[in-house]
């Protein structure tokens, strides 16, 4: 079955280090997202990507990159990790407009 | 700017009971509007989606919503809750020039109690 996954599943870090969490799907999905889930904020897009080559920013990019090197993964990169950066990170693809999501599991990460 | 809004940080129901959690939206154009579910440490499960026709949309688990333009909400509804429906529910819309760009509420935490 096709799926969407993320690795690692928790990861601790230490300020000021660079730090990527993989997304890989199997849908064959040109879209695919990055959030970030936080009490009280919900999800927040991060990045998006509406195929290779293309990225975009979203509403709280800073301090985040992207890169869309083939169709099915896209990874996200911390330049360098911040305390306030620590989270759960979802990574998400759809098809197209209209269609709904599919989530990964989740990343939890934590930034000492 | 587009958004939008779960009015509820937390409802509780009782077992057998209906619930409803609220959502309403701010965007331009016509609008495409989701209901997700997430269970502890897993990701978001889709649960239904509105894009044109019925107001009254129907979905996974006896979910359903209704979608109110005049009011510009879509609240997710059940007739009648189980202990098994606990769990977050986000509200999410995304619009023709979004260009697939999803939008999520902040999330309301169900919690049905025996």
């Known amino acids: 079955d096709a799926e969407i996954t993320q690795s690692p599943r928790h990861k601790i870090t230490e300020t000021g280090r660079q730090v990527t969490l993989a997304c890989h799907q199997t849908w064959n999905h040109n879209n695919m997202f990055w959030y970030r889930q936080d009490l009280g904020h919900g999800l927040r897009l991060i990045h998006y990507?509406?195929?290779?080559?293309?990225?975009n920013k979203g509403e709280v990019s800073d301090g985040y990159s992207v890169s869309r090197s083939n169709t099915e993964d896209l990874p996200l990169t911390l330049e360098s990790a911040a305390s306030s950066q620590t989270s759960v990170y979802f990574c998400?693809?759809?098809?197209?407009?209209?269609?709904?999501?599919?989530f990964g599991q989740g990343t939890r990460l934590t930034v000492v | 700017a587009q958004s939008v809004a779960q009015p509820e940080d937390q409802v509780n129901v009782a077992e057998g009971n209906p619930l409803t959690v609220k959502c309403t939206y701010s965007?331009?154009?016509?609008?495409?509007l989701f209901w997700y579910v997430q269970y502890p440490n897993r990701g978001l499960q889709f649960l239904l989606k509105y894009i044109t026709g019925d107001n009254l949309v129907k979905g996974s688990y006896g979910f359903e919503a209704e979608f109110n333009k005049s009011q510009t909400s879509f609240h997710l509804k059940k007739p009648s809750a189980l202990v098994s429906d606990s769990a977050l529910y986000f509200c999410?819309?995304?619009?023709?020039?979004?260009?697939?760009?999803?939008?999520f509420g902040s999330g309301t935490r169900l919690s049905i109690r025996p």
């Open positions: 990507s509406y195929g290779v080559q293309d990225t």
């Open positions: 999410a819309v995304s619009w023709y020039s979004s260009a697939s760009k999803i939008i």
């Open positions: 998400a693809s759809t098809p197209g407009l209209n269609t709904e999501a599919f």
């Open positions: 965007v331009s154009g016509n609008p495409y």
